[in-house]
Structures are given as C-alpha cells and as structure tokens.
C-alpha cells in the first residue's frame, strides 16, 4: 500500500537497500486512502513525486456549503501560509502506481504475489520467510482457483517495516496488541454529477 512504498522510497533515496514484498499480484484494487492533505504534499515533495501526484489528482482548494442554491459559506482548506497546497484527492491505486515507478526509477522492484508468512527476531537481526504464491485450480467436481504458496525462503533482515495493516503479521509477531481505541466509524464518499447552479 502507499504507506510501505512512501516508506521503501524514503529509505532507497537515502542509500538503504530494501525489499518491497506484497500479496497482490499488482497495485491496489480498492481505494482506501482518497485524499492528500497539504502535510502529505509535503513529504511527497522530499521525495520528488509530488508533481507527479498533483498532475493525476483532483485538486480541493475550497470547499462551499450550500442551502439550496444559496452559497451560505467556505471552507478554506490551505491556511493563509500553505496556499499553494490543496487537498489532493486520487484513487488509492494511481498513488500507489506514482510510488511504483519512482521506486522503479531507484532500482527497487515490488515483489508482488509474495507474502511473509512468519517473522522471527533474533539477536542482532530478524529471519523473514517469504512465500511465492501462484493462482492454482483446485477441485474435482467444482473446479475453482486460489492461491498456493510454489516456495518458500527464509530472508535474515536487519529490520522490518510492518506497513501490512490491521491484521499485522509484523504486529502479531513481536506480540504487540492492537486494543481498540473506540468503536468503528463508517463513511461513504460519492461522486456524481448535478444540473444545479454552483
């Protein structure tokens, strides 16, 4: 996802070699993270891509509220020191693809269709096995497709970034818990078009 590529592209810009291992066979899928913030801008502009991001985003300088047809009020989302950064709004999936090919251009490959399937620390280092996993049929009578592990290898790494989520095998393997904070929200974004006069 973008936080592990923003992550291996911080490091592989400061000389750090690393390797990027996903399950997906390719970037995301599912938009997620929809918005850029101007703080976000920011750190993308230390890495150089943040043109790269503006040129495929939607750019949010201002946003209206309207009774009706009456503009009642705007929201201005820059401060007065930060008007040149808007709201960056983009599938997840584009974001990913800019971080891909800045990654591609530092010579770092995503290894996608692989997963870590177990983390061990050791004493100055931590054992990381990494599977390959390909599509197979499976089934006789019903036929159908899912992922199998082809092989397997056992990786020492210095360290290990565990950008894989709330389900965090990194998380699960150094046995950090993940307590809940507070009960789940949830929001729906729309986009559609309007014949009204804004």
């Given at each position: ?45 230390e890495l150089e891509i943040v043109q790269a991001v503006l040129d495929r985003a939607y750019r949010v300088h201002t946003i209206g509220l309207y009774d009706r047809t009456t503009r009642r009020a705007d929201l201005r989302i820059a401060g007065p020191d930060d008007s040149a950064w808007p709201v960056a709004v983009m599938r997840q999936d584009v974001l990913e693809q800019v971080l891909e090919q800045a990654l ?95």
């Open positions: 996802g973008p936080v592990g590529l923003f992550a291996a592209l911080t490091l592989a810009k400061k000389g750090i070699r690393v390797t990027i291992v996903d399950r997906a066979w390719r970037t995301g899928a599912h938009s997620y993270a929809l918005a850029l913030h101007p703080q976000s801008l920011r750190l993308l502009q591609d251009r530092v010579g770092v490959k995503v290894c996608w269709n692989h997963a870590v399937s177990r983390v061990l620390p050791q004493q100055d280092c931590a054992v990381a096995t990494i599977d390959k996993m390909v599509k197979e049929s499976v089934g006789y009578a019903v036929a159908r497709t899912q992922w199998m592990v082809a092989k397997s290898k056992d990786v020492p790494v210095r360290f290990v970034i565990g950008a894989d989520g709330h389900q965090s095998l990194v998380r699960r393997a150094l046995g950090i818990d993940f307590p809940e904070v507070g009960a789940a929200q949830h929001f729906a974004v729309f986009e559609f078009a309007s014949d009204a006069d804004l």
